[in-house]
T-cell receptor, first 111, second 114 residues
Framework: ELKVEQNPLFLSMQEGKNYTIYCNYS?????LYWYRQDPGKSLESLFV?????AVKQEGRLMASLDTKARLSTLHITAAVHDLSATYFC???????????FGKGTKLSVKP | KAGVTQTPRYLIKTRGQQVTLSCSPI?????VSWYQQTPGQGLQFLFE???????NKGNFPGRFSGRQFSNSRSEMNVSTLELGDSALYLC?????????????FGQGTRLTVV
């Protein structure tokens, strides 16, 4: 059974600091997704990581994928309040067309 | 282009009733998946449809069902509602012909069962 674990589940950061969210998954997968969710809102796609060693960056967020270690990271650089949200990683089950999500990391950035 | 549209956005139902939720995918997308999000269980996969066929189903009771129409629009139905069915129901569409096969989510339907 494919399991996806994120840590930490809660993260309180000060503005300007750096931090990393980790996403481990239990079986082989070549595709990993990161989503952002604001309270009461839907999921916004941040990154799609398609191969081992993939690294993508958008603003203060950078995501990477190590398929051998079954690990993805979401690195936050110089956090700002606008990044406060819940971040989910999800692993694709290939042709089965469904995503297995981690429990999410609730990020709070304080001034 | 238009995103994934879910209707209604909010719904209040009584225990024992049934409910139907609707999802219109992005134009050209033929795969539609449904997810249930609750504070306790997080995001859980319900089922996925492709070209009017259910290809995969999550671990939910038979009270949860769905279908997809020839225009790729999808509906999900929950019968004999229970309090525990209160959740945000999210629909996602994807173009499985694309290498990225990224899933795009709708705004969700917030179902409250009282």
């Amino acid at each position: 059974e494919l399991k996806v674990e994120q840590n930490p589940l809660f993260l309180s950061m000060q503005e300007g600091k750096n931090y990393t969210i980790y996403c481990n998954y239990s079986t082989t997968s070549d595709r990993l997704y990161w989503y952002r969710q604001d309270p009461g809102k839907s999921l916004e796609s941040l990154f799609v990581l398609l191969s081992n060693g993939a690294v993508k960056q958008e603003g203060r967020l950078m995501a990477s994928l190590d398929t051998k270690a079954r690990l993805s990271t979401l690195h936050i650089t110089a956090a700002v309040h606008d990044l406060s949200a819940t971040y989910f990683c999800a692993v694709d089950r290939g042709s089965q067309g469904n995503l297995i999500f981690g429990k999410g990391t609730k990020l709070s950035v304080k001034p | 282009k238009a995103g994934v549209t879910q209707t209604p956005r909010y719904l209040i139902k009584t225990r024992g009733q049934q409910v139907t939720l609707s999802c219109s995918p992005i134009s050209g997308h033929r795969s539609v998946s449904w997810y249930q999000q609750t504070p306790g269980q997080g995001l859980q996969f319900l089922f996925e449809y492709f070209s009017e066929t259910q290809r995969n189903k999550g671990n939910f009771p038979g009270r949860f069902s769905g279908r997809q129409f020839s225009n790729s629009r999808s509906e999900m139905n929950v019968s004999t509602l229970e309090l525990g069915d209160s959740a945000l129901y999210l629909c996602a569409s994807s173009n499985l012909g694309s290498w990225r096969a990224e899933a795009f989510f709708g705004q969700g339907t917030r179902l409250t069962v009282v």
